[in-house]
């Protein structure tokens, strides 16, 4: 029959379609390692945000910030160089998908590590980098100084936001009680609280700490030291390409021993004359080890004389603006800093 | 009367004509009153200047942080030292939105002029053939949002054109995938699309194929653009009495040159207005492209608030860009006004005549 031949042509060429899609996407789930990509491009793709002090752009639109110093480490641990890589601004819901698609080799936007994140989306992630957590802002006056004295008091929460459920959850057990209530635009937080719509704020600590600057009177204000939150920040990446991890891994770690050894960019040069084997090994004096690993001999150093120790990106970054070292201190300050051996 | 008599007449019918005139004129100068002066306050007698951040009080604006940031507004992350190339790709947007707008230089030329300053544009901005290329991650600002405005509102009419064209055809195949295609865009969000362009295209296509974010996002939107555009092209032919296409039937022209000749451009003349309200709201829409990491006007103006030196005048940063929108915007509908005037009047017999000579 005459009407059934474009019909049979149009089946054909759907099914011909349907082959080369999946052919297609078959071969993504095959490309090669995030590593041998960014060999080819001679660049490392680095999702960001845009939060005062972790990421933002200066008067002359050069990124500046505490994760943008870790892109530029990873930078020399792969190149040599700091400025072999470009940070991309991306909104919290697309980053993910972003990282996945591979629009990105990694993020350093900070992403919280969870289970979910590891097991469902394939994601690995790096250190630690920064332990942030749901934190409370309040007003002097309230005179309150821990949050389970916190009584009867006003919070405004982010609505739709875990931070909403959790400081619900706190004050459950805390038995004391709250009123919330709840700000869409987190921009109208700095109004509520001058205007004392609301007693405190509650939101990841990390953004409280630059709300308030943004303060008419910041002293006025005090962040409550408890956290309501786990918020671990990590760098993320696709799954697959397990030497990248480990260059991610190894470069935190670099700067974590180097502040715990007292390498800092100002006086890595006189460590070169040291007779500890291990910060031998770690700036490249004794070149072996690093060869064996297939790195180059100096990249630790390089990365602590351009970029600095990971105290020295902190003072440099978020000291400006209120952040107190508090869990991001070395484990021999009492903090949760740790890196493992250089050997 | 003297003239500045006759406008003091005007205003005092206009403003205590009537009851309702003088309520209305009594109630909006009580909000004024309201309004202005802690406006004025804000603005004007505690702000700052001149000097650094530190300078700045919170209780006024700080116009210091838009002399310091305004080079980041405008052009966001591309290197300053180049800042000739975006700025320049502003003015030959300007010059061709210019000459597109005047019907003095409506022609081929025209035509022809549109694609060569688009690629002069991506050149520019790209460098292409200098020694600092410039990828397009570091775009942004003004010329981003004006290019993509352009590029995309001039890329998608030919497709809305044909698009329009199929949907009033008889074949009816052309006329159902038409029509798909149409609901399909308008019934997606712009967001949605741009997430497509974002992540699904570079999944969709092999890496040899995969091609630059912002030109997948320019190819997305110009799809998601056309199907708007048809519809207000389809308008416009279905307004076109079937009487003109009998007629060049009768004359012997086919079915491309009764469209070319006869049908479209009187299409074109009457919907106008509509295209010029839908660009305006496209202008608007392309802060849009914010989601996807691009630092169009909009997004750049935000960043800029977020530098620990300047932190926080997100008040000052929006200003500045609504004032730019504002500026577009504006001036874009009063020429849709003075064009629809002008268009107008070339109906009238005399305009008939010259637009006899025309032809």
Redesign the interface.
């Known amino acids: 029959m005459i009407v059934q031949k474009p019909f049979r042509r149009a089946i054909q060429a759907a099914a011909a379609a349907a082959f080369l899609?999946t052919t297609?996407?078959s071969?993504?789930a095959h490309?090669g390692p995030t590593l041998d990509k960014i060999n080819q491009r001679g660049a490392i793709k680095v999702?960001v945000g845009?939060?005062?002090?972790f990421f933002?752009?200066?008067?002359?639109?050069k990124w500046?910030g505490f994760f943008i110093d870790f892109g530029r480490a990873l930078s020399i641990a792969v190149f040599g160089t700091p400025d072999k890589v470009?940070f991309?601004?991306?909104?919290p819901?697309?980053r993910l998908?972003?990282l996945?698609?591979?629009?990105f080799d990694i993020l350093l936007s900070g992403v919280t590590v969870t289970t979910t994140r590891a097991f469902k989306l394939g994601f690995h992630f790096g250190p630690t980098v920064f332990y942030d957590g749901q934190g409370i802002l309040v007003r002097k006056d309230l005179g309150v100084t821990k949050a389970a004295d916190l009584d009867g008091a006003t919070i405004g929460a982010q609505s739709g936001t875990t931070g909403e459920l959790n400081v619900a959850d706190f004050f459950r057990k805390t038995g004391k009680t709250f009123t919330p209530v709840t700000i869409e635009d987190t921009?109208q937080f700095?109004d509520a609280l001058e205007s004392g719509r609301v007693d405190a704020i509650t939101q990841d600590s990390s953004d409280l700490v630059?709300k308030r600057?943004?303060?008419?009177k910041p002293d006025d204000y005090v962040l409550l030291p408890e956290r309501l939150s786990k918020e671990p920040l990590a760098p993320a990446i696709a799954g697959g390409d397990d030497r990248w991890l480990e260059l991610v891994n190894w470069t935190v770690n670099a700067t974590i021993q180097a502040e715990e050894w007292g390498i800092t960019s100002a006086n890595v040069d006189e460590f070169l004359e040291t007779d500890d084997p291990a910060i031998q090994r770690f700036l490249g004096v004794d070149p072996s080890f690093a060869n064996e690993l297939g790195l180059d001999p100096k990249w630790a150093y390089t990365i602590i004389k351009t970029v600095g120790n990971y105290g020295e990106i902190f003072e440099r970054?978020l000291k400006?603006?209120g952040w107190d070292r508090g869990y991001n201190s070395l484990w021999t300050d009492g903090g949760l800093l740790y890196s493992p051996p250089f050997r | 009367m003297t003239a500045a008599a006759r406008t003091l007449a005007t205003l005092r019918t206009g403003l205590f004509g009537t009851r309702t005139n003088t309520l209305i004129t009594a109630a909006t100068l009580l909000v004024l009153s309201q309004i202005l002066p802690p406006l004025l306050r804000w603005a004007v007698l505690d702000a700052t200047f001149t000097g650094d951040a530190g300078a700045c009080?919170?209780?006024g604006a700080c116009w210091a942080f838009v002399s310091?940031?305004l080079?980041?507004i405008l052009?966001?992350?591309?290197?300053?030292d180049l800042q000739w190339r975006p700025a320049l790709v502003i003015l030959l947007i300007a010059a061709i939105l210019t000459a597109s707008a005047l019907p003095r230089f409506w022609g081929r030329t025209l035509l022809l002029a549109w694609p060569l300053t688009i690629l002069a544009c991506w050149l520019l901005l790209e460098g292409a053939f200098t020694a600092t290329p410039i990828?397009s991650?570091?775009w942004?600002g003004l010329p981003v949002t004006l290019f993509v405005w352009a590029v995309c509102f001039a890329a998608a009419t030919p497709v809305a054109v044909l698009l329009a064209l199929a949907r009033r055809s008889s074949l009816g195949g052309l006329r159902t995938f038409s029509v798909l295609y149409i609901e399909l865009m308008r019934g997606t969000p712009m967001v949605g699309i741009l997430?497509v362009a974002?992540?699904?295209l570079?999944?969709?296509?092999?890496?040899a194929l995969s091609f630059d974010?912002m030109l997948r996002a320019i190819f997305m939107v110009t799809l998601f653009w056309a199907a708007y555009i048809a519809e207000v092209i389809r308008a416009g032919l279905q307004a076109i009495p079937d009487g003109q296409r009998e007629a060049a039937t009768a004359l012997g022209l086919g079915y491309w040159r009764t469209q070319r000749l006869v049908i479209l451009p009187q299409a074109f003349r009457i919907v106008i207005p509509g295209m010029v309200n839908l660009a305006i709201g496209f202008l608007l829409a392309t802060s849009l492209l914010?989601?996807?990491?691009i630092?169009d006007l909009l997004?750049a103006a935000?960043?800029?608030a977020?530098?620990?030196?300047?932190?926080?005048f997100?008040n000052e940063a929006y200003i500045v860009v609504a004032l730019v929108y504002f500026a577009i915007c504006f001036s874009a509908s009063r020429y849709s006004r003075w064009l629809e005037r002008r268009l107008t009047a070339g109906r009238q017999p005399a305009g008939a005549s010259a637009a006899a000579r025309k032809e």
């Open positions: 899609a297609m996407l071969g993504l490309a999702g845009t939060t005062p002090g933002a752009p200066d008067s002359n639109g500046q470009e991309t601004s991306s909104s819901q697309q998908p972003a996945q698609s591979g629009e921009g700095i630059g600057t943004q303060l008419k970054n400006p603006l | 009080t919170r209780e310091a940031k080079r980041f052009f966001a992350f591309y290197p300053p990828p991650n570091q942004g997430y974002m992540l699904i570079p999944m969709a296509l092999p890496d974010k914010a989601v996807i990491g630092f997004n935000r960043a800029a977020t530098d620990p030196q300047w932190l926080g997100y």
